[in-house]
């Protein structure tokens, strides 16, 4: 199973113990819009709110490109307040886990 894969399967099934299981211990994500470079614990703890509700969904979700050391994903979100974005994800991969994320977001109209 790539990457890919596994990490689509946590995120449908909500399951936060195998998101953790596939994060890097020093991952790191940087928020453009603030500057704020977010850690594990800041990103279990963000996350969980996220999926804990029924109101995230991610919908036409594809991988455009994996190898081993880098994962690109594209998806159309709505988040919790209701917004929609076409989120582009870039994983860097460390010792077949996620090191390092970068997003960019687009809001749309749907």
Not at 56 to 73: G, P, W
């Amino acid at each position: 199973m790539s990457f890919f894969e596994k990490f689509e399967a946590a995120i449908g099934n909500k399951d936060l113990d195998a998101m953790m299981e596939l994060m890097h211990p020093d991952w790191t994500m940087v928020m453009h819009s603030t500057g704020k470079v977010l850690d594990l614990n800041d990103w279990k703890e963000m996350f969980s709110q996220i999926i804990a509700g029924d109101n995230f969904k991610r919908e036409n979700v594809r991988c455009i490109y994996e190898n081993d050391d880098i994962m690109v994903a594209h998806s159309i979100a709505t988040f919790p307040n209701g917004t929609t974005d076409a989120v582009m994800y870039v994983g860097i991969l460390k010792d077949g886990r996620l090191f390092r994320t970068e997003t960019g977001s687009t809001p749309i109209n749907k």
